[in-house]
């Protein structure tokens, strides 16, 4: 798609974000595979126009609710009110159409985490911080009362998270489909705070007071250990392309998780602890083994690595993260 249809500009103009006449570059944005993403520059705005799709693009049968744009835009609004600058400004939201707009930030300014850490460019204060909002968000949405029905979308996170994830491995892995299920079962009954859902690096922009959190699509009242192992797997993987760094990757992971955890005050740190320990391994595999396998381990050796690492790890889940990374540094030398 190279114009924006119809009810695009219909939203556009709709909403008040441009006037009749008045000129609007429309660039789409790359980097999606759930939503069409429009930039839209006027001579008074730079925003962000979301679309979400029903198929996701991606080589798999993946179909997802539309309705999950209204879950990501409540979301803003929500971290907006409580952590304003670890979220792009919402503007404007249409349910129905499946459409919302939000404050563009430019890549000079807002670099992507994933390109960073991709190019071995790894800070620890990034680390730290990212740990540190993610914190603040899921302890300021344990004391709304409101939030386990706002955001009552089990459907919607199962859907986009645990069938691509969980049980697809559990497809690829017969062996393992008992202990995926159960850590799903656990997942599900811990309904305990605002999770984003997707706190992937792809997903953090590296702003100049505080990290970004963008594309909230499967946003939950549930278990925030899903979104503390989320993270955390991506720095154990994103250390498989750059082996001579690994330490410095570990080092972010540790930084990340020190700076979660010592914010957790809704629930036992430990118990959080045991159950992102536990999820962790699975979705180790599952960026291996799933529907949506990242897209920078092509080797069949790292490959295997990960599954060496992950495999006896769910087979017998551990109580404490450190487990995890030793079980990590011994099986990717």
């Known amino acids: 798609m190279t114009a924006p249809d119809a009810a695009l500009q219909d939203f556009f103009l709709r909403t008040g974000l441009g006037k009749p006449g008045e000129p609007a570059q429309w660039t789409p944005l790359a980097g999606g595979v759930s939503s069409d993403i429009w ?44 952590v304003p600058a670890a979220v792009p400004e919402p503007l404007a939201h249409d349910a129905q159409a499946g459409l919302f707009a939000m404050r563009f930030l430019p890549a000079h300014d807002y670099p992507v985490w994933k390109t960073q850490l991709l190019e071995g460019r790894i800070s620890l204060a990034t ?30 996170f199962y859907a986009l998270r645990l069938e691509p994830y969980l049980v697809e491995t559990g497809r690829k892995h017969p062996a393992l489909a008992g202990k995926l299920g159960s850590l799903i079962q656990t997942t599900l009954a811990s309904r305990l705070a605002l999770v984003h859902g997707d706190v992937s690096p792809k997903n953090i922009l590296v702003g100049p007071s505080s990290p970004v959190l963008l594309d909230a699509e499967c946003a939950w009242y549930g278990d925030p250990a899903f979104d503390l192992a989320f993270c955390l797997n991506h ?85 404490t993260l450190d487990a995890v990374v030793a079980r990590w540094i011994n099986a990717t030398p």
Not at 41 to 61: E, G, N
Not at 134 to 156: E, M, V, Y
Not at 292 to 298: C, G, H
């Open 39 to 82: 930039r839209v520059l006027t001579p008074r705005h730079d925003i962000c126009i979301k679309r979400a799709l029903p198929q996701l693009k991606v080589q798999a049968d993946w179909h997802a609710p539309i309705s999950r744009n209204a879950s990501e835009w409540e979301w803003l609004r929500f971290v907006a009110s409580h």
């Open 127 to 156: 680390a730290a911080s990212v740990g540190a909002t993610l914190a603040i968000i899921h302890g300021a949405s344990t004391a709304d009362a409101s939030l386990p029905g706002r955001f009552d979308t089990t459907d919607n």
């Open 235 to 319: 720095l154990l993987l994103k250390g498989r392309v750059r082996p001579r760094q690994r330490d410095e990757y570990l080092a972010a992971f540790a930084a990340l998780r020190g700076h979660y955890l010592a914010r957790v005050q809704w629930e036992p740190a430990s118990g959080l602890e045991a159950r992102t320990a536990a999820l962790l391994p699975a979705l180790l595999l599952a960026r291996v083994d799933g529907k949506s396998p990242v897209e920078y381990l092509q080797d069949d050796r790292d490959k295997d690595l990960v599954r060496a690492c992950a495999i006896p790890l769910i087979e017998s889940p551990p109580a």
